[in-house]
């Protein structure tokens, strides 16, 4: 089992920037990948954005030029920097840590983006 803890999330204003940092810990030795998704009340969950062991990163086209994956694969951390955020970004992110086959997910963080 791979447990993964977010932190970072909160309120901030429109235009503004979050930083989430998420951390793997128990049975990590095969992830080749940690990422980010999001769910809004009433939307279906998206990715925003993802990240290979070999630094391979994936974006939502929403994010784009805004947001930027990082990972540490030494420490099994993966972080998100978020600038410009809007107030459609205000969404619930889960951290995710995936192996062959599988893909474990965190309880998720708050952002809350005011306009």
């Known amino acids: 089992q791979v447990q993964l803890v977010e932190s970072g999330g909160g309120l901030v204003e429109a235009g503004g920037s979050l930083r989430l940092s998420c951390v793997a810990s128990?049975?990590?030795?095969?992830?080749?990948?940690m990422g980010w998704y999001r769910q809004a009340p009433g939307k279906q969950r998206e990715l925003v954005a993802s990240?290979?062991?070999?630094?391979?990163?994936d974006y939502g086209d929403s994010v784009k030029g805004r947001f930027t994956i990082s990972g540490d694969n030494a420490k099994n951390t993966v972080s998100l920097q978020m600038n410009r955020l809007k107030p459609e970004d205000t969404s619930v992110y889960y951290c995710?840590?995936?192996?062959?086959?599988?893909?474990?997910w965190g309880k998720g963080t708050l952002v809350t983006v005011s306009a």
């Open positions: 990240i290979t062991s070999d630094g391979i990163t």
């Open positions: 995710t840590a995936g192996r062959p086959g599988l893909t474990y």
């Open positions: 128990g049975s990590v030795f095969r992830i080749n990948r």
